[in-house]
């Protein structure tokens, strides 16, 4: 059975940092794009950061780019998403997700997480 495991959440005052997880099993996704997005209460899931399968190439939100990080460990099948200077903006449900490209659209994705909560205070 494939899964996406996210873990990390939790609740961090602004201008703290988190460090998100995904760990995915079932088989490798070494040759899979994955992506993070998130989605905060009655607004709809928006792209976060995505890396390509070798981990050379990353993508951004605008909204994040210069305070998050996306990373990938391939022999740990894990991607990781630190959040620095984080904002009260911020505080959404974080989905990771595997696909064939590092893709800003969330239907690009096949596999997908359960999330995890990320609540950043004022």
């Known amino acids: 059975q494939v899964r996406l495991v996210e873990s990390g959440g939790g609740l961090v005052q602004a201008g703290g940092s988190l460090r998100l997880s995904c760990a995915a099993s079932?088989?490798?996704?070494?040759?899979?794009?994955m992506g993070w997005f998130r989605q905060a209460p009655g607004k709809e899931r928006e792209f976060v950061a995505a890396i390509n399968s070798g981990g050379g190439r990353t993508y951004y939100a605008d909204s994040v780019k210069g305070r998050f990080t996306i990373s990938r460990d391939n022999a740990k099948n894990t991607i990781y998403l630190q959040m620095n200077s984080l904002k009260p903006e911020d505080t959404a449900v974080y989905y990771c997700?595997?696909?064939?490209?590092?893709?800003?659209?969330?239907?690009?994705?096949?596999?997908w997480g359960q999330g995890t909560q990320v609540t950043v205070s004022s």
């Open positions: 997700a595997a696909g064939y490209s590092p893709s800003v659209v969330a239907t690009s994705y096949y596999y």
């Open positions: 079932g088989r490798t996704f070494s040759s899979d794009s």
